[in-house]
């Protein structure tokens, strides 16, 4: 196969990304679907604040037992929309099914601000889990088809990561109520009531954030897609741009091998392929793994965790676990900013054999403890606890979200995403259910299990996990496919953009100091650019420069020119 004479590295904006109008506008808008993550994670922390407060106890008579678990359990119940949620994402759009889920969230929460009894309280926890299911399906999915292409990893790699900031601010809020309405309903009401501020920014602003282009083209609206993707990618308005031009291309191309290879975007389509079928092994395995890791531990039962190593003072306790929280969005963050840097194959390597170690360690401080009573292995625990977060966030926190959506092609990523989050709550369950009761039933010897298990992990990892870095998400969809159809891909939208710049009349020769001009035939274009060599010149009114300094992520190999 001849390669194409340009890809899509030669029209990427290089440079600080809030140099160029169009990306510092489309990622001003990209935040409000990032903010739903947040949402979520304030949602499902804030229950736990609000048990702290003695007037939300009170007023609600102290609930316990089953009528505590089901209040902690509503949120999930409320996902039952969760099958709906991939037809509304593929039939109305990525906008108006945010924008449903947020009308949802919304309701939920005058109910929960306006409860007068703890079954009120727990209907209004079910209906803002009804609409989060459709928020949480609708928003990355924006994200991942609408970001900037070398911006798409890290953007949604923080989608997830965001779920810790709306956790820190749970605990937060709790806290200031507490100490400025304490003694009165408002100090549980309060709360309540900040959590209709993200729902009500989706709802007024959500309009004017884009629709994927991706939907637009599935859909038969391509102008629409054309000309999001020239304002905001292209940075020019113009449609004829070449990055446009290649992005269109490889839109079209990749939806008609999707056609061609499922004739049906059914449930049974996500098996239904050899591709698809490899496709969802993994993305069922890295959501099982995600809440299967050992993390579950501490994430939902920490109180136990340090009481089987000797901490008992409240304050120690509650110190300890707000800490982890600011540390574990940190170290979020981190992974979401190395994953076009390291690769998402590294970064999950490293996680898992980082966890290994440490929950290995974490194993025999606990033992020590409770077996020998040695004090100083209850203290060791303690930063074995945040080593293993850290290892467990810089790849699974930001990654089962983006590696999902950007695997999956685009007639069945509504609906495996869905499946993957499915997954997610059936391991959440069995977190809740089995962890405490094996945790009382043989103390630190369970904690073998999860070392077992990550052994099994890192097997997995290491055998089925593709790199991904460096591709556009029509190329990394592919990859699952066969060898031929990333490169037809990469063929597609280079044949696309070269026509559209051999069709240029006038190329400009030199630097400011030497401009030349002349008129010139695609032959003649194409011999100036494979001449070129590293030397810079303006084509389009672009800086072209081979050094790889400046192809940090699409990077090209130069004797084929191919993206890597």
Avoid at 267 to 287: E, F, H, K, Q, V
Avoid at 421 to 442: E, G
Wanted: charged content about 15%.
């Amino acid at each position: 196969m001849a390669y194409p004479e340009w890809t899509i590295v030669d029209f990427i904006h290089r440079g600080p990304w809030w140099q160029n109008r169009g990306i510092r506008l489309l990622n001003l808008w990209l935040c409000l679907p990032l903010l739903t993550s947040c949402i979520n994670g304030l949602d499902s922390s804030l229950v736990n604040g609000l048990q702290i407060l003695p007037d939300w106890q009170i007023y609600f008579h102290e609930p316990d037992g089953k009528t505590l678990g089901l209040l902690s359990a509503a949120q999930v119940i409320g996902s039952i929309g969760l099958p709906f949620t991939p037809i509304c994402s593929d039939n109305l759009g990525r906008r108006p099914t945010l924008f449903i889920g947020s009308l949802f969230m919304l309701a939920g929460v005058a109910v929960q601000s306006a409860s007068t009894s703890i079954g009120m309280f727990i209907g209004s926890r079910c209906i803002i889990g009804f609409g989060l299911s459709f928020a949480l399906n609708a928003a990355p999915l924006l994200i991942t088809e609408l970001a900037y292409p070398t911006q798409r990893g890290k953007l949604t790699s923080m989608y997830n990561s965001s779920w810790y900031f709306g956790s820190i601010v749970a605990a937060w809020i709790c806290y200031a109520a507490f100490r400025a309405a304490g003694g009165s309903i408002w100090s549980w009401r309060i709360p309540t009531l900040v959590q209709a501020i993200g729902p009500i920014l989706q709802i007024c602003l959500i309009w004017f954030v884009p629709e994927s282009p991706r939907f637009l083209v599935a859909r038969g609206r391509e102008s629409e897609a054309s000309r999001i993707l020239a304002r905001y990618h292209a940075n020019s308005g113009d449609e004829r741009d070449p990055l446009v031009v290649f992005e269109m291309a490889q839109i079209r191309y990749a939806l008609k091998l999707e056609k061609e290879v499922a004739k049906s975007s059914s449930w049974s389509s996500l098996y239904s392929t050899p591709g698809n079928r490899r496709r969802m092994t993994i993305i069922i395995a890295l959501a099982i793994f995600s809440q299967w890791s050992g993390n579950g531990l501490v994430s939902y039962y920490i109180n136990l965790v340090l009481e089987g190593v000797g901490i008992s003072d409240t304050g120690t306790k509650a110190a300890i676990n707000g800490g982890l929280q600011v540390w574990n969005l940190l170290a979020a963050m981190t992974g979401a900013l190395l994953v076009d840097r390291l690769g998402r194959r590294t970064l999950f390597i490293i996680s898992n054999v980082g966890m290994l170690i440490d929950f290995g360690a974490w194993t025999i401080t606990t033992a020590l403890y409770n077996t020998l009573g040695i004090a100083s292995a209850a203290k060791a625990t303690v930063p074995f606890v945040f080593i293993f977060y850290f290892f467990y966030d810089i790849a699974y926190t930001p990654m089962l979200i983006a590696y999902t959506l950007e695997i999956l092609p685009f007639n069945i990523r509504a609906k495996g995403f869905a499946v993957m989050n499915f997954v997610v709550s059936l391991t959440l369950a069995f977190n809740q259910f089995v962890n405490p009761w094996a945790l009382d039933a043989i103390g630190w010897k369970y904690y073998l299990v999860y070392c077992g298990w990550l052994i099994i992990e890192l097997v997995f990892i290491v055998t089925f996990i593709v790199e991904t870095r460096g591709r556009t998400l029509e190329e990394t969809a592919a990859l699952f496919d066969g060898e031929q159809q990333p490169q037809d891909l990469v063929q597609m939208g280079g044949e696309a953009a070269t026509t559209t710049m051999a069709a240029r009349t006038t190329v400009r020769l030199g630097d400011s100091e030497n401009e030349n001009e002349k008129n010139v035939t695609p032959r003649d274009f194409m011999e100036l650019r494979s001449h070129a060599g590293p030397s810079v010149y303006a084509a389009y009114g672009k800086t072209k420069d081979y050094t790889t300094e400046h192809r940090q992520l699409y990077r090209v190999n130069t004797s084929d020119s191919d993206v890597l």
